[in-house]
């Protein structure tokens, strides 16, 4: 029998309900409902949709309900094409392949206090975080939400409410409050954490820049956008185990160019975020442009959608 | 030298011929990623496989599925190594993610490499030893691929089929 790799968990969607003003919630389990893989508070996984379409979603469950993964989808019909495509398609049923999850809060036990500001659908990856804290009770934690009328997720957010761990600003009513007085000042005992839209993000970046970087999370819906490298010149890129070289021209990504080769590497946000392309690196200088790896990774790894070398030529460990 | 260690005639009193094992703890899964799930006991079918493993013959949904390999019907791995990795290089690792289905304690799984022995009721023949592989470091997080080099578990091929338990012991073909 002629077997195909299987890169994906498969899963299939359990459920569908409607979450609010243009949000659906998709629950999806395993079709014997299995335990699906582990994941952390605020991680996030790829949806493999038709067509090959790979987008990303944060996962709104709590990490200890490990028979599901809950993902809520906001159609944009202006955007790529994903959530129009689970908006309007997808139904209780079908199949899904995903990724494992990645990325998520590194709790650290030092931290006594969270909190977390999400505008609208950015609310998504606080979800899994708040369902996680009040179930272990091991920090105390406050959700700003800032959303422009009524909130999406109401069900989802109502125990939170109840419970005074939210916080709701409704800019149809009040003005957008200041980041700085939602997150106050620097502690090595509060961690932030931010997701929204982009303008939310850069007011969040610029709040929290005295914050010690360790403290401070954020979660982005679409990658940032690169500056074009003025000095970017071409290189080399050498696969050891394949045997293969290609050149990478200025403007060209990695990626790109191991597509080019044929070579099948997961991509997904194409920024530097979300860190399904990752690759090891063995010769060569990287330079790494990502927002994903730790130093520590960094000394092995590199992000290929993202990621440039700084000399003539690059080995890569594939 | 080699010529005499080709040779099992040559071979004074095996060592593998003096060990009894005991099975620690049982796993499987029934698709690639997913966690390990501890079982009681597995039912082992000869020549195919393990009731309800990603690896079962005719299942195929396991990672290296599109590798098929007659003689990866069953996979074991030592006790000891989950202790030495700890004792080494401080990784903790559990039985459910080292990703082979056996772990047996007191069994000298390198020895055996084209040998028999029993594992509960179920008779085996090793064929290869396991090779680690990046995936479950993916799928673990931990850094255990250089550290399970050499001692990444057993393959095995299953001549009669049964019933293994936890508490079983693992014993060789006498």
């Known amino acids: 029998m002629k077997v195909t790799p299987i890169t994906t968990i498969k899963t299939i969607v359990d459920t569908v309900e409607h979450a609010g003003a243009g949000v659906k919630l998709f629950s999806l389990v395993d079709p014997d409902r299995w335990e699906l893989p582990p994941f952390r508070p605020c991680a996030h996984i790829d949806l493999h949709l038709p067509d090959g379409l790979v987008r990303t979603y944060s996962l709104c469950n709590d990490p200890a309900d490990n028979n599901r993964y809950l993902i809520a989808v906001k159609r944009e019909p202006a955007g790529r094409g994903g959530s129009a495509r689970l908006h309007d398609h997808v139904k209780a049923g079908d199949r899904i392949g995903v990724s494992l999850p990645r990325g998520g809060l590194m709790l650290d036990a030092d931290v006594s206090r969270f909190v977390f500001v999400a505008g609208g659908i950015g609310v998504t990856p606080f979800l899994s975080a708040a369902s996680w804290l009040k179930r272990t009770g091991g920090a105390d934690f406050t959700l700003h939400l800032v959303a422009r009328g009524a909130p999406p997720l109401s069900r989802l957010l109502a125990p939170l409410q109840r419970s005074g761990h939210l916080v709701l600003h409704d800019t149809s009513t009040a003005a957008r409050p200041e980041i700085a007085a939602l997150i106050g000042r620097p502690s090595r005992k509060t961690a932030i954490a931010c997701c929204g839209p982009a303008s939310m993000i850069d007011d969040f970046e610029q709040a929290s820049r005295d914050w010690p970087e360790a403290c401070v999370h954020i979660e982005r819906f679409v990658p940032p956008v690169l500056p074009a490298d003025p000095d970017a010149r071409p290189y080399t890129l050498a696969l050891s185990r394949s045997n293969l070289e290609t050149r990478v021209d200025p403007g060209q990504t990695m990626l790109a160019a191991l597509l080019g080769l044929g070579i099948d590497i997961p991509a997904s946000c194409c920024g530097g975020i979300c860190g399904a392309c990752k690759v090891d690196w063995l010769e060569g200088r990287p330079v790494h442009r990502d927002r994903v790896l730790s130093p520590a990774e960094r000394a092995r790894s590199l992000m290929v959608c993202v990621a440039g070398s700084d000399g003539d030529r690059l080995v890569l460990d594939l | ?174």
Request: hydrophobic share 35%; glycine share 10%; with cysteine.
């Open chain 2, 1 to 174: 030298m080699l010529d005499t260690l080709h040779d099992p005639s040559s071979r004074q009193s095996p060592v593998a011929l003096s060990w009894t094992g005991v099975v620690r703890y049982l796993h499987i899964t029934p698709r690639a990623f997913l966690p390990m799930r501890a079982m009681p006991e597995l039912r082992l079918v000869e020549g195919k496989g393990i009731e309800g493993d990603r690896y079962m013959i005719g299942r195929e949904e396991g990672f290296y599925s599109h590798k098929p390999e007659e003689g990866r019907q069953v996979t074991l791995f030592e006790l000891e190594t989950l202790v030495a990795l700890k004792r080494d290089a401080n990784i903790e690792l559990g039985p459910e993610e080292h990703r082979r289905n056996v772990t047996v304690e007191g069994v000298p799984l390198t020895h055996l490499v084209g040998r028999q022995f029993w594992l509960g009721e179920a008779l085996l023949e090793a064929t290869r030893l396991s090779i680690p592989c990046r995936h479950i470091e993916d799928i673990t997080g931990k850094a255990i691929f250089d550290p399970l080099i050499n001692r990444s578990g057993l393959n095995c091929r299953i001549l009669q089929g049964g019933t293994v338990r936890v508490g079983d012991a693992v014993r060789n073909v006498r």
